[in-house]
């Protein structure tokens, strides 16, 4: 089953939660912000390839590595939040997408928006972070 959205589609608290339109939007968008993280990805890749650490000048070369560290720690984050969007690209697919691994209540529609590999409603993130301060000042 196909859905095609208008260029103007926005999922509303009016609508049913997770409904067949909202999903298909949160999957594009996902899609396409994956996408985006690959291709900036290979840009890295080619950049590096390109790039030799061939700078005479000893700070020259000290930068030049402190950048290349820069962007491989950069690529490493993208490469582990291409994994949290492929996982949630999985959850569109068994219907799970959308709703909280703790409570399984929806998450907000906003917090989707801002953040679509979200796992947790706003308030069991609340409830984790606080958890994970508590642990840390043991």
């Not at 290979?42 to 020259?60: C, F, H, K, M, V």
């Not at 582990?80 to 492929?86: E, F, G, P, Q, R």
């Not at 909280?100 to 679509?116: F, G, M, N, Q, Y």
């Amino acid at each position: 089953m196909t859905i095609t959205l208008p260029p103007d589609y926005r999922p509303a608290e009016d609508e049913e939660f997770m409904n067949p339109r909202q999903r298909e939007y949160f999957r594009q968008k996902l899609l396409a912000w994956r996408a985006e993280l690959l291709h900036e990805s290979s840009e890295t890749l080619a950049n590096l390839q390109d790039g030799g650490l061939q700078e005479p000048d000893l700070t020259d070369r000290a930068s030049a590595e402190t950048e290349r560290a820069l962007e491989l720690r950069t690529r490493d984050r993208a490469r582990k939040l291409i994994s949290k969007i492929d996982a949630a690209l999985r959850r569109i697919e068994d219907g799970s997408y959308g709703y909280c691994e703790e409570t399984d209540e929806p998450i907000s529609l906003k917090r989707l928006e801002a953040r679509p590999i979200a796992t947790l409603s706003i308030e069991a993130q609340e409830r984790h972070e606080r958890m994970e301060r508590t642990r840390r000042d043991d």
